[in-house]
């Protein structure tokens, strides 16, 4: 940290010209940055070689263990890479202009072979991260088309990630697991889970259904069904969507009360408050649907709220169950800023 003294132009009174006495001093700081910068790393290994002459044969230590053997990058560069192509989002064409910046040529080619290889050394840490995952009794799922390149055909062809992730409301750290299929099938999420028993937030896709005729208990994210009646009241005004919200707004303010509580006394508030008001909203929708007309965007909203009713209404009956899975609404299989939705949208190297 460097300081700099900047002194007044004169140290004599501009009025009656006496010398000034220094009584104190003003600080200012300032927050800056040292861009990256690429070396070659300064731990050096060195192999001593011995050789016992009479019987001719040489002995050195064994190499230390290097993510890419006899690579370039250090570990650090490779971490570098990672946490900038998928924390950050950014394609390997933007780290190689970056690289280049800098006077290194780091080719999207070699980025990519880096990626790959650093991914399947961190395989162990990935099947680590699931099990940890699977042990947990409330999870978040969801899947997302993603487009994978398919050499020898020329275009490109979909594959899916599936994410799994944490309960938030729990008090264990939060996991994100994904994991790349080639297919939507529902025996994608049975494989991963395997005979993992607990309860699931999902959407309505039909490929998780299979997993609650056994023991899988399934929950629904009020979200979901709040922004039905949402984007209608945000269309044409629906007074009925506006009243609709309104009562969602009702669970959500006990929730934003119950922050922070023990699992015990969100339990107790929520069989206290929520579970009548969650009645009442049954009710209500059931009433309403019976005066509206089949086919329009307000009895779409009511039927996706009805038909999954009791999975919606299910978090409501202890305090650990999520109301829903805790995801802004431009987000995208849990990517943490709009620019990486944007950017995982339209993937490129």
């Not at 994608?188 to 005729?213: C, I, K, P, S, T």
Request: aromatic letters at 10%.
């Amino acid at each position: 940290m460097s300081s700099t003294c900047i002194e007044p132009e004169t140290c004599t009174c501009g009025q009656c010209g006496q010398a000034l006495v220094r009584i104190g001093e003003d600080v200012t700081e300032k927050l800056s940055i040292v861009p990256a910068e690429f070396f070659v790393d300064v731990e050096r290994h060195i192999y001593p070689k011995y050789a016992c002459r009479p019987c001719e044969t040489l002995t050195a230590a064994p190499a230390v263990a290097s993510i890419i053997d006899g690579g370039l990058a250090a570990p650090a560069l490779l971490a570098w890479v990672m946490v900038s192509k998928y924390a950050d989002h950014l394609p390997l064409y933007r780290l190689e202009r970056q690289a280049a910046r800098s006077g290194v040529t780091l080719s999207r080619s070699t980025l990519a072979d880096w990626v790959g290889r650093t991914g399947v050394a961190l395989e162990p840490l990935w099947l680590r991260l699931a099990e940890l995952l699977r042990q947990g009794t409330v999870l978040h799922a969801d899947e997302t088309p993603v487009q994978q390149l398919d050499p020898g055909r020329g275009k490109t062809k979909r594959a899916y990630l599936w994410a799994y992730r944490s309960n938030a409301l729990g008090s264990d750290p939060p996991i994100v697991v994904f994991d790349y299929q080639p297919g939507r099938g529902g025996k994608y999420v049975a494989e991963f889970l395997h005979d993992w028993q607990g309860a699931l937030m999902v959407d309505e896709f039909a490929g998780y259904q299979a997993l609650f005729r056994g023991e899988v208990i399934e929950l629904a994210c009020m979200a979901h069904a709040r922004r039905k009646f949402f984007d209608l009241h945000q269309a044409n005004g629906s007074p009925v969507a506006a009243e609709a919200l309104r009562r969602f707004a009702a669970l959500y303010a006990i929730e934003a009360a119950a922050k922070g509580k023990t699992v015990e006394e969100r339990a107790r508030r929520r069989k206290e408050t929520s579970q009548p008001l969650l009645e009442a909203l049954h009710l209500w929708l059931q009433n309403t649907r019976r005066s509206v007309a089949d086919g329009g965007a307000l009895a779409k909203a009511i039927d996706y709220s009805l038909r999954r009713w009791p999975a919606f209404a299910r978090y409501a009956t202890n305090g650990f169950y999520p109301i829903d899975c805790y995801v802004p609404p431009y987000s995208r299989l849990f990517v943490p800023s709009y620019s990486g939705v944007r950017q995982e949208k339209s993937p490129t190297l």
